[in-house]
C-alpha cells in the first residue's frame, strides 16, 4: 500500500508544492516548527530509512534538498536552514529543512505552529519562486 507520502507526491492527497523534480518532491510540513519548515521526499522509492536507501537516490535526494535549502533561505528570513532526519512518524524516507533562528528551532518537542491555509500558500509560492532547478 503506497504511504501517505507517495500520495502526496502523487497529488492523491494535497499538500503545499515548493519545489518538485521526477524523482524528488519538496512540500510544507503540516505541523511545522516554523514557517517555511518543509520536507523533501524520494517519489520512486518508500524505503523507511534514509540510510536503506541506493547510493545514488541518497546522493540526488541531499543534493535537491540543498537547493530547497537555498530557496528557503531566500524566502524565509532566518539564521540558517536546519537539516534533520527523524522518520519517527511517516516510514517514508524525508529530509526536514527548517528555517532557524536559534538553535532550539529545532527542537521537535517545541510547540508547532498553526497557520491558516492562506499563509501555507503564501509560504510554498514564496519558496517556489525563489526554486532554481
Ligand atoms: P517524522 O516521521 O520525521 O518523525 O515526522 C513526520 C513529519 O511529517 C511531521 O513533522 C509531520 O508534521 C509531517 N506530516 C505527517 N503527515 C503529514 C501530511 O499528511 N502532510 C504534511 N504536509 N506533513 C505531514
Not at 46 to 71: H, P
Amino acid at each position: 500500500m503506497a504511504t501517505i507520502f507517495t500520495k502526496i507526491a502523487a497529488g492523491e492527497i494535497p499538500s503545499y508544492k515548493v519545489a518538485e523534480s521526477e524523482d524528488f518532491y519538496a512540500f510544507l510540513d503540516i505541523n511545522p516548527l516554523a514557517e517555511g519548515h518543509t520536507l523533501v521526499i524520494p517519489r520512486k522509492t518508500e524505503a523507511d530509512y534514509i540510510f536503506d536507501l541506493d547510493d545514488e537516490t541518497y546522493a540526488g535526494l541531499t543534493a535537491f534538498a540543498k537547493k530547497v535549502a537555498v530557496a528557503i533561505k531566500k524566502a524565509i528570513p532566518c539564521k540558517r536552514v536546519g537539516v534533520a532526519v527523524l522518520g519517527m512518524e511517516v516510514p517514508h524516507t524525508h529530509i526536514h529543512l527548517v528555517p532557524l533562528q536559534s538553535e532550539g528551532d529545532l527542537n521537535f518537542s517545541n510547540k508547532k505552529k498553526q497557520l491558516t491555509p492562506e499563509r501555507f500558500a503564501e509560504i510554498a509560492a514564496a519558496i517556489a519562486a525563489e526554486f532554481n532547478d
